[in-house]
C-alpha cells in the first residue's frame, strides 16, 4: 500500500477533513479554522491519498517565501504504524522547503514522542510550549482594555510581526475575525502594548495568542480573556523560555495539560520571545 499512494495538494475540502480529525483525537481545534488556514495559503496543504481517499495530511505553509511552517499532521489511526507517516512527513518538508527562498527557515510544534524524529529530519528544539487550563471568571477589566478595530489592523500587524518574526496578514487578518471569537488590546498614551485573541474552539475556547510589553500587561489582557468566557475553558499555551508566562499561569492556578516543543529547521527568526505570553497556534504558528 505504501508504493501506491499519491501525494497531492489538499481543497479547502482537505483541510476540513484534517480537522474534524484533530477534533476525533483530542486536539480541541475551532470549528471555524480551516477557512483561516486554508485562506493563509491555499498552496499550503498537502497529504496521501489511496484510491481516492485521504489518509493522512498536513500543514506546509510559506509566509511570503520567507519563512515555512509545518503542522497539524495527522495520519488516519487504520493507517498507522505502517511507515506511510514517516515518508509523508519528509514528503511534506521538501516540499515546503521548495517553497521557500533558499535559507529560509521553517518552523513546526513537536510533541514529545515525536521529537527525536523531527531532530533527526533536521529540526532543533527553540523552547518548550506548555498548554495550561483555566475556567473562566468574572474579573475587572483595566481602562486600558479595548476591543480589536478594524482601523488597529496595521499597528496589531506590526506587533505580531516582533513577536511571530514575519509578517502574516493573510493569516491574521481572517484570524482576528473568526466567527465567536474575542479580541482584546492594551494601548497606552495611543501606542498598542499588547493584544490577545479568544478563539473558539470545540470546548471552550483557546488564547492566541497573548503578546505584551511586560507581564502586567500580560496580567491585565489574560483577565480580559477569562472574564469574556465564563464559566468556559480557556487554553494557554505558553513558551516556558519566558519565565514570566510560567509564573503568569502559576499565579493564576491554571492547570497543566500537555506540552510540546517549538522547533526549527535553519536559523531560528527573530521574535522577542519575552513578549510572548501566548503562543497563537500549533497548527501555522
Not at 152 to 161: A, H, T
Not at 176 to 200: H, Q, S, V
Amino acid at each position: 500500500m505504501i508504493n501506491n499512494l499519491i501525494f497531492q495538494k489538499l481543497d479547502l475540502r482537505g483541510v476540513k477533513i484534517l480537522v474534524q480529525w484533530a477534533q476525533e483525537e483530542g486536539w480541541n481545534p475551532g470549528p471555524h479554522d480551516a477557512g483561516v488556514f486554508y485562506e493563509t495559503d491555499p498552496d499550503g496543504f498537502y497529504g496521501y491519498f489511496s484510491e481516492g481517499e485521504l489518509i493522512g495530511g498536513g500543514s506546509v505553509v510559506s509566509y511570503n517565501k520567507e519563512f515555512g511552517f509545518m503542522g497539524f499532521f495527522i495520519i488516519k489511526p487504520e493507517y498507522r504504524s505502517h511507515g506511510i507517516g514517516k515518508k509523508l512527513w519528509y514528503q511534506r518538508r521538501d516540499t515546503l522547503l521548495s517553497r521557500l527562498n533558499k535559507g529560509a527557515a521553517i518552523g513546526m510544534d513537536g510533541v514529545i514522542a515525536m521529537q527525536p524524529f523531527y531532530n533527526k529530519g533536521g529540526f532543533e528544539i527553540a523552547f518548550r510550549d506548555e498548554r495550561f487550563e483555566k475556567t473562566g471568571s468574572e474579573f475587572e477589566i483595566d481602562k486600558n482594555i479595548s476591543s480589536i478595530k478594524d482601523n488597529d489592523f496595521e499597528i496589531v500587524l506590526d506587533y505580531d510581526k516582533l513577536c511571530f518574526g514575519f509578517s502574516r496578514p493573510q493569516f491574521l487578518k481572517p484570524w482576528l475575525k473568526l466567527p465567536g471569537n474575542k479580541t482584546f488590546k492594551y494601548t497606552e498614551d495611543g501606542k498598542i502594548k499588547g493584544f490577545a485573541i479568544m478563539r473558539k474552539a470545540y470546548i471552550g475556547y483557546k488564547v492566541c495568542p497573548l503578546f505584551a510589553d511586560n507581564p502586567e500587561i500580560a496580567e491585565e489582557l489574560y483577565k480580559a480573556c477569562l472574564n469574556s468566557a465564563k464559566d468556559e475553558k480557556v487554553y494557554l499555551d505558553i513558551p516556558v523560555i519566558n519565565q514570566c508566562a510560567v509564573d503568569l499561569v502559576k499565579k493564576y492556578n491554571a492547570q497543566y495539560v500537555f506540552e510540546c516543543a517549538r522547533m526549527y529547521y535553519g536559523k531560528p527568526p527573530v521574535m522577542e520571545i519575552d513578549k510572548v505570553f501566548g503562543i497563537t497556534t500549533f497548527e501555522l504558528g
